[in-house]
């Protein structure tokens, strides 16, 4: 079973910057999406960034212009450089693959899966 392995998070203060790794733990043929999500103390899991395989990027209202998502297709690994960081920025951040597909015949047969990694802590002082 592949499981997604994320890296990165830490504690910093406000203005600070962090960068987040996310690989699968094995190899698999291709990821279609990959993307960030975030949840906070009290709150719901909410999506931060997504990248799909042709490398087009799209974020939440509330980061844009302070994350960057990219990813190595090579590594099918996905990053996300995170700058200016506020106090609000604190949550545990998930890595999310969309449209795996494990094998090439998982590809051919259209068997995609999907999955989490564990979390990555990120807490931001004042």
């Known amino acids: 079973q592949v499981q997604l392995v994320e890296s990165g998070g830490g504690s910093v203060q406000t203005g600070g910057s962090l960068r987040l790794s996310c690989a699968p733990s094995?190899?698999?043929?291709?990821?279609?999406?990959m993307g960030w999500y975030r949840q906070a103390p009290g709150k719901q899991r909410e999506m931060v960034a997504a990248?799909?395989?042709?490398?087009?990027?799209s974020y939440a209202a509330s980061v844009k212009g302070r994350f960057t998502i990219t990813r190595d297709n090579a590594k099918n690994t996905v990053y996300l450089q995170i700058d200016s960081l506020k106090p609000e920025d604190t949550a545990v951040y998930y890595c999310?693959?969309?449209?795996?597909?494990?094998?090439?015949?998982?590809?051919?047969?259209?068997?995609?899966?999907?999955?989490w990694g564990q979390g990555t802590q990120v807490t931001v002082s004042s």
């Open positions: 999310d693959a969309d449209g795996v597909f494990n094998y090439y015949i998982d590809y051919v047969e259209g068997r995609p899966d999907d999955y």
């Open positions: 990248i799909d395989s042709a490398g087009s990027a």
């Open positions: 094995g190899s698999v043929f291709s990821i279609n999406a």
